[in-house]
């Protein structure tokens, strides 16, 4: 199924706090996804998760 509404508000977030782009988070999320990701509305609510989980293990640090 595709992203809930929290799963791209989450997503955005991240993003936001760091200023990227709208260019930049589809190249960042692509690279995360291992596939090009055209909109976040692209992504599956598994592949969503995948990222949250991610930024909110050891991620955010690694990222900052």
């Keep these: 199924g595709k992203p809930s ?7 955005q977030a991240y993003y936001s ?12 999320m692509s ?3 291992g596939r090009e990701i055209k909109s976040f509305s692209d992504l599956t609510s598994v592949e969503a998760s995948r990222f949250i989980e991610a930024i909110n293990s050891d991620g955010q640090e690694a990222m900052q």
Aim: proline share 0%; charged share 40%; no cysteine.
């Design 5 to 11: 509404s929290a799963q791209l508000k989450a997503m």
């Design 17 to 28: 706090k760091r200023g990227l782009e709208r260019d930049d988070r589809l190249q960042d």
């Design 31 to 33: 690279t995360f996804q």
